[in-house]
T-cell receptor, first 113, second 113 residues
Framework: GNSVTQMEGPVTLSEEAFLTINCTYT??????LFWYVQYPGEGLQLLLK?????DKGSNKGFEATYRKETTSFHLEKGSVQVSDSAVYFC????????????FGKGITLSVRP | DVKVTQSSRYLVKRTGEKVFLECVQD?????MFWYRQDPGLGLRLIYF???????EKGDIPEGYSVSREKKERFSLILESASTNQTSMYLC????????????FGPGTRLTVL
């Protein structure tokens, strides 16, 4: 079946540090890949997505590139801010129009001033 | 602005009670989902519905049922609440199509005593 593996957390960084959160996946066919973010006390919201190999999703300074050869979709940001403190989820959707999302376990990022 | 609302942010129930969690979306989306979120386990899909009166089991449907009588409303029912159903419950909706973003509600924190 489909699965998503995220690096273990939590992660604590200082403001302006470089961020990488690893995500690898297992899926049949050609899945779409997503990063969702959950700020404290809120539901999840889409951060970025990529729907085919070599696509790069980007939003709010975050980027992730769909790498089919390494089955990866790592999230990066060049300079994190305190406001980026949140839980980050990698997810994939594979199959037909009504297919479901498969989530990774999520990782908590804390950015200190 | 797109909106998914959930009937309660916090709910406390007793073991054996029948519990209803309501979710409403105002975006005319075809697909709706119920997840539970637990520390260290990420998001797990309970049930989803790809159209009115249609439903499919997710990864952990045991102990739950759902109802979708109208397009905008998707209800999660705990027939006889148990302490192991204490969790954060998240509802989401999506236009038809697995490439599309899911929109999440703020969540209901359910405690079963």
């Amino acid at each position: 079946g489909n699965s998503v593996t995220q690096m273990e957390g939590p992660v604590t960084l200082s403001e302006e540090a470089f961020l990488t959160i690893n995500c690898t996946y297992t899926a049949t066919g050609y899945p779409s890949l997503f990063w969702y973010v959950q700020y404290p006390g809120e539901g999840l919201q889409l951060l970025l997505k990529a729907t085919k190999a070599d696509d790069k999703g980007s939003n709010k300074g975050f980027e992730a590139t769909y790498r089919k050869e390494t089955t990866s979709f790592h999230l990066e940001k060049g300079s994190v801010q305190v406001s980026d403190s949140a839980v980050y989820f990698c997810a994939l959707s594979a199959g037909g129009a009504n297919s479901k999302l498969t989530f990774g376990k999520g990782i908590t990022l804390s950015v200190r001033p | 602005d797109v909106k998914v609302t959930q009937s309660s942010r916090y709910l406390v129930k007793r073991t054996g009670e029948k519990v209803f969690l309501e979710c409403v979306q105002d975006m005319d989306h075809e697909n709706m989902f119920w997840y539970r979120q637990d520390p260290g386990l990420g998001l797990r899909l309970i049930y989803f519905s790809y159209d009115v009166k249609m439903k499919e089991k997710g990864d952990i449907p045991e102990g739950y049922s759902v109802s979708r009588e109208k397009k905008e409303r998707f209800s999660l029912i705990l027939e006889s609440a148990s302490t192991n159903q204490t969790s954060m419950y998240l509802c989401a909706s999506r236009p038809g199509g697995s490439y599309n973003e899911q929109f999440f509600g703020p969540g209901t924190r359910l405690t079963v005593l």
